[in-house]
């Protein structure tokens, strides 16, 4: 009697544990099953079929996301153009994270820091006495040309002009007008001969 009862509760442990392994199959199933057609709401289905068609979204990594430092390639950084050589209006001077330099005369700072040329002329790097604290770059537009410029002092500036060396060409500039002064000129012209006309009709 007591090997049948033996029997019986070792059949009945063994059915217990069978059930408990079926419903912790179940649980993990419905975990790993369930929220992953639960989480796409935007997968559809087709007409006339049983599968779920899923819609690949966006997997670029934002926010704060990093790679390691030890596996990613160098950002460039530093000098681009060193003291008294020649740039273009656009060409990057210095690439920077932060603003260690800063942006002096004929030269600007982009989002990313970087400062670039705005003036074609020579690099510059200096400081100024009303900002002690701070290295800046600049751009000269003359290869004599010293920065800073006093605070005091105008201000040299480009207007994309050059000096006319022929006589004739440079008295045809002096009394060239624009066409809307043209215009102009002719409209206070019928004004003046107009009211000269009605004078003489008093």
Not at 104 to 113: K, M, S, T, V
Not at 141 to 162: A, V
Request: hydrophobic share 30%; aromatic share 8%.
């Amino acid at each position: 009697m007591s090997f049948v009862r033996g029997t019986v509760v070792h059949i009945a442990s063994t059915a217990s544990a069978v059930s408990r392994s079926v419903s912790i199959t179940c649980g993990l199933l419905r975990r790993s099953v369930v929220p992953s057609v639960v989480s796409h709401p935007s997968s559809k289905l087709q007409p006339g079929s049983n599968q779920l068609q899923f819609v690949r979204h966006a997997t670029k990594k934002a926010a704060s996301s990093r790679t390691n430092d030890y596996n990613s390639k160098g950002k460039r950084l530093g000098l681009k153009k060193a003291e008294g050589s020649e740039v273009k209006t656009g060409q990057i001077i210095f690439r920077q994270r932060g603003t260690k330099w800063f942006p002096g005369e004929n030269a600007n700072i982009g989002r990313d820091h970087t400062i670039f040329a705005v003036e074609p002329g020579f690099v510059r790097y200096y400081r100024d006495p009303f900002h002690p604290e701070r290295s800046l770059i600049g751009v000269a537009l003359y290869p004599d040309m010293r920065l800073p410029t006093s605070h005091w002092q105008p201000r040299l500036r480009r207007f994309g002009r050059l000096p006319i060396s022929d006589t004739v060409e440079a008295d045809k500039q002096r009394t060239r007008i624009s066409r809307k002064e043209y215009y102009g000129w002719l409209k206070k012209e019928e004004h003046m001969a107009e009211r000269m006309a009605g004078k003489r009709k008093e």
